[in-house]
């Protein structure tokens, strides 16, 4: 997207990313009940979801958008927001991920749901590019996430807007960057009590300084057409598909006690990712394709694979 | 059928992945460990077809694909009629001298919806004229990948966004499912082997894929493929929800050949049905005379094809 097709100084762009299938709807929920408070306000608003990021599958990294303008929004058919002023994880291994704050403006707000401090959460970005304020909303422990299917391609949603996590998330979204009212998101969400906890218990820290964002050469959508193959050939991966790499979808990482591990091949047979090589050393995994479903821990007759939280690695 | 050598064990199946890391399928996907498994029995020598549904379009995301062997896409109405085109057009290269090389395994590696609705007239037509293909249904018992939507092969009483439960209908689906492996089996008279498998009981799936393959005509293949996704169960419950099926009879294993029907794996009793459905959100809303409609549907199955042994509940 070239720089300046749209002159459009007074939008806000909000990005929300989450987790597939478990977490769609709260993220979806999260840029509803912000443009619908918005449009309280007589701002002009979009919300949507990424269409690249659909169908969503079980914990792929899934993007839903706001735009939020006094002006009427001349961009609102470009499908990605290019330039966000807040970034919303839904759930905090995200922060591994280094497409997060791509794109961010100067100044930036990121917004994660995680127990843990904003310290520690910048401590895990693979930069920190423009930022200006992270924010940690401790969620989980305000709302219950809602996992449904309703609403997503075609379905009707009947579960309302902001019964989840989305609404403590809102909150803490509204306290750092004031960009709807608090009682105009009061009157749109279902469960306006966790709403206020996100606004009243989020950890706000101010970076006292932006480093500026290391300028990325965009690829055009013309340079991105002349790379896709359509209706054509491609070549075959001999070992690994380098171009669907899905280590980034991992909230727990397997580590198996090789004391334990008696060399069965029971988790090697059932990974679909087939990430489990069996080598002279035991089973070695392969962390840049594991996606987590902790089916090799599920099946391991004798106990010896444990998920461990992603975050308590810094790699 | 020709010779095939059989896998005695899942520590001695082969090291070799032709299904390899680098695909957009959900975490837990049964399907993709079908495929998996599928590709390790099938070996080098394969050409795969897949017509329309998540192993397609999860698998081709961006312009690349997991397989380290030939793909090709097909629609989702005619996986067995370009199944048919590429075994003849080999069939014929060798025939004729312009290919050296051995005649390749052509699998079809459809969804329910490309081998049980859509499908089902291509497939039907390549069994009847008798190519020799190994058509393979890997069934997640929805349109997953447009987003849960219902098909022939959705069990009875399951939500999906096509039948959601309400006042009016409470089970959600009403409709008992088409058996598919039945419908081939007893209607296509050059049709070899007919088998149904399961990801919980890999052994059983790649020797009865290497078995399917060896045949001198058609092959079918009916593969049960627990989705965490459409079923809403967690994505490390696949193997369990794959194995609980086959326990309880709501899956059975067995081969067809010769009108006879031998079955794969020996219960000693099955579990009530419920043990299997508890686990799954999209069965969640039924009541217990939904359940008891499920559990005297699955006894009849199991008896059609031989399963005798009686429901035994666990203990309390």
């Known amino acids: 997207m070239s720089e300046n097709l749209f002159a459009e100084p007074n939008l806000k762009q909000i990005t929300v990313w989450a987790r597939g299938v478990l977490q769609n709807k709260d993220a979806r929920d999260v840029v509803v009940a912000l443009t619908e408070a918005a449009a309280q306000e007589d701002k002009y608003v979009q919300a949507w979801e990424n269409y690249v990021d659909l169908p969503d599958r079980v914990y792929v990294p899934v993007r839903a958008y706001a735009k939020i303008s006094p002006d009427p929004i001349d961009s609102r058919y470009v499908y990605e927001n290019d330039a966000p002023d807040v970034v919303v994880l839904m759930e905090e291994t995200l922060v591994k991920n280094d497409k997060i704050l791509k794109g961010l403006k100067e100044g930036g707000i990121l917004v994660v749901n995680t127990r843990r401090s904003p310290e520690e959460i910048l401590n895990f970005l693979v930069t920190n590019g423009n930022l200006g304020t992270v924010v940690t909303v401790d969620a989980n422990s305000m709302s219950t996430a809602v996992v449904t299917l309703d609403g997503a391609e075609g379905a009707t949603d009947a579960t309302g807007i902001g019964a989840g996590i989305s609404a403590p998330v809102a909150g803490a979204v509204v306290k750092a960057s004031g960009i709807v009212k608090l009682e105009n998101l009061e009157k749109v969400v279902k469960n306006p009590a966790a709403m206020r906890r996100g606004y009243n218990e989020c950890q706000v820290m101010k970076l006292d300084k932006i480093e500026p964002a290391e300028p990325v050469k965009e690829e055009t959508a013309w340079d991105l057409l002349k790379r896709m193959p359509f209706a054509g050939t491609v070549d075959s991966p001999v070992s690994e598909n380098p171009g669907m790499v899905t280590g980034n979808w991992r909230t727990r990482r397997p580590v198996i006690d090789k004391e334990q591990c008696t060399e069965c091949s029971t988790c090697w047979i059932f990974c679909p990712d087939a990430c489990i090589t069996r080598t002279d050393n035991g089973m070695e995994f392969n962390l840049k394709y594991c996606k987590g479903c902790a089916l090799c821990e599920a099946t391991c007759p004798s106990g010896a694979i444990t998920m461990v939280p992603e975050l308590d690695f810094k790699e | ?316």
């Open chain 2, 1 to 316: 059928m020709s010779e095939f050598e059989r896998i005695p064990s899942i520590k001695k199946a082969p090291d070799e992945e032709y299904y390899v890391p680098g695909h957009r399928t959900c975490a837990g996907c049964g399907p993709a460990l079908c495929y998996r498994l599928v590709a390790k029995a099938a070996g080098p020598n394969t050409i795969f077809i897949g017509p329309t549904g998540c192993m397609y379009v999860a698998n081709t995301s961006y312009g690349c694909g997991p397989w380290r062997v030939p793909w090709i896409h097909a629609q989702i109405t005619n996986g067995g009629g370009v199944a048919s085109g590429i075994e003849t057009a080999y069939r014929m290269l060798i025939k004729k001298g312009k290919y050296n090389g051995e005649q390749p395994n052509v699998i079809v590696m459809a969804g329910d919806g490309g081998a049980v609705d859509i499908g089902l007239q291509s497939l039907s037509g390549m069994l009847y004229r008798g190519h020799k293909v190994l058509f393979i249904c890997y069934d997640n018992e929805s349109y997953a990948n447009t987003g849960i939507q219902v098909s022939p092969t959705t069990p009875y009483g399951a939500w999906t966004t096509f039948t959601p439960a309400g006042e009016v209908i409470p089970e959600g689906r009403k409709h008992f499912p088409k058996d598919n492996a039945k419908i081939v089996a007893h209607g296509h008279p050059y049709l070899k082997y007919v088998a149904t498998g399961s990801i919980g009981y890999p052994v059983d799936l790649m020797n009865k894929v290497r078995k399917g393959l060896a045949q001198e005509g058609p092959a079918y293949l009916h593969l049960h493929a627990p989705c965490p996704k459409g079923w809403q169960f967690p994505p490390d419950k696949t193997i369990e929800m794959a194995k609980l099926a086959v326990q309880t009879g709501m899956y059975q294993l067995y081969e067809f050949e010769n009108g006879k029907y031998t079955l794969s794996v020996q219960l000693k009793e099955r579990k009530p049905v419920i043990e299997y459905m508890k686990h799954q959100k999209r069965f969640a809303h039924l009541k217990p005379e939904h359940i008891e409609k499920m559990q005297a549907f699955v006894d009849a199955k199991c008896a059609e094809v031989g399963i005798t042994v009686p429901v035994v509940a666990a203990a309390q």
